[in-house]
C-alpha cells in the first residue's frame, strides 16, 4: 500500500438524510458527511469540538463554494447555519476521535489550516469573510494537526469537491500578460513574483508540511529552491526530491511566522488578491 494511501471505515446508514460518519485511523479522526436536512440527526456525541465545512452546490462549470468554520460544540453550532446561510447543501464535520478530543487552541488553528486548502483550491470559492486567525501552538501539535488535513480533502474529493491547487510555473517561464489575480492566474505564479512583491525574502527557509516527509529548504535570490546542495526551478520538483514522486510544491512547502506556519500557497493567493489583473 502506497504512503499516503490510509483506510477509512465508513457507517452507512438506512436514512438517506443520516449522517454518513468515516474513521480514520491513521489521524485518529471521526468524520461526518451530513445533508442540510440532516443537521437534526445528529447524537449528542458531536457535542465536541472541531472543524466543519458547509459545501455549496456545483456550478455549470464545475465551480464550488465553502464556508470553514469550528466550534466547541459542533452539534450546536450547525443548526445556526439553517438560518443564516442559504447556499450549503451538506457539511463535513471533524472531530477528534481521541478520548479528550480537539482543544480549542487546536481547532482554531485547524481553522485556518482548513481555510488556506480551499482557499488555493482550483475550483473552490470560499464565503468566510477573512482567514480565521491561527493560534500559536508548539511544533508537536501541529504535526498532529496536519496529519488532519490529508484526510479531510480524500473526504471531499470523494464527495466530488477536489481541493487540490494548480501547479505553478517553474522559475524563469516566460508568463505573457503578468501574473492574472484569477484562479488560472494560480498556474502562472513564480517563487520570483513572491520575491519581488516582498512577500518572501532570499534565504527565506522552507520547510515541509509532509510529517512523512520531513525536509528543509532555501529560498533563493534568483526564485529557485535549494535543497541540500541542489538548486531545483520550482517549488515542486524540490518537494519532489523529497519524496520521489509528483507533488504540489505550493502545499508541501511552507514558512513559519509568529501566529503559526504559512503555506506557500496562502502566499501566492495573497500575491493574487494584491496584483490588478492584467491583460497582454
Avoid at 58 to 85: E, F, I, M, N
Amino acid at each position: 500500500m502506497a504512503y499516503d494511501a490510509r483506510p477509512v471505515t465508513v457507517l452507512l446508514p438506512d436514512s438517506a438524510s443520516a449522517p454518513i460518519e468515516l474513521y480514520e485511523a491513521g489521524a485518529a479522526l471521526r468524520i461526518a458527511i451530513v445533508e442540510r436536512a440532516g443537521t437534526g440527526a445528529l447524537d449528542a456525541s458531536w457535542d465536541a469540538a472541531g472543524v466543519y465545512v458547509l459545501l455549496d452546490r456545483h456550478g455549470a462549470d464545475d465551480s464550488w463554494g465553502a464556508y470553514v468554520g469550528q466550534a466547541v460544540g459542533l452539534r450546536k453550532r450547525l443548526p445556526a447555519h439553517l438560518k443564516t446561510k442559504d447556499d450549503w447543501q451538506r457539511a463535513v464535520l471533524v472531530q477528534r476521535d481521541t478520548t479528550f478530543g480537539f482543544n480549542s487552541a487546536q481547532i482554531g488553528w485547524l481553522e485556518g489550516r482548513v481555510y488556506d486548502l480551499l482557499d488555493a483550491a482550483a475550483t473552490a470559492t470560499l464565503h468566510n469573510g477573512n482567514r480565521p486567525k491561527d493560534e500559536t501552538l508548539p511544533p508537536h501539535e501541529l504535526l498532529m494537526l496536519e496529519s488532519t488535513i490529508a484526510p479531510l480533502a480524500r473526504v471531499l474529493r470523494l464527495l466530488g469537491y477536489d481541493s487540490s491547487s494548480p501547479v505553478e510555473a517553474p522559475a524563469g517561464a516566460n508568463v505573457t500578460g503578468g501574473v492574472v489575480a484569477s484562479k488560472q492566474g494560480l498556474k502562472a505564479v513564480k517563487i520570483s513574483d513572491l520575491l519581488a512583491k516582498g512577500l518572501l525574502s532570499a534565504g527565506t527557509q522552507l520547510h515541509s508540511t509532509n510529517g512523512v516527509w520531513p525536509a528543509r529548504a532555501i529560498v533563493l535570490a534568483d526564485g529557485r529552491v535549494q535543497v541540500g546542495q541542489v538548486a531545483h526551478a520550482s517549488l515542486s520538483t524540490a518537494a519532489a526530491s523529497i519524496t520521489h514522486g509528483s507533488v504540489n510544491g505550493w502545499d508541501f512547502w511552507a514558512i513559519t511566522t509568529p501566529t503559526g506556519d504559512v503555506r506557500l500557497a496562502t502566499l501566492r493567493q495573497h500575491l493574487l488578491a494584491q496584483t490588478p489583473a492584467t491583460t497582454s
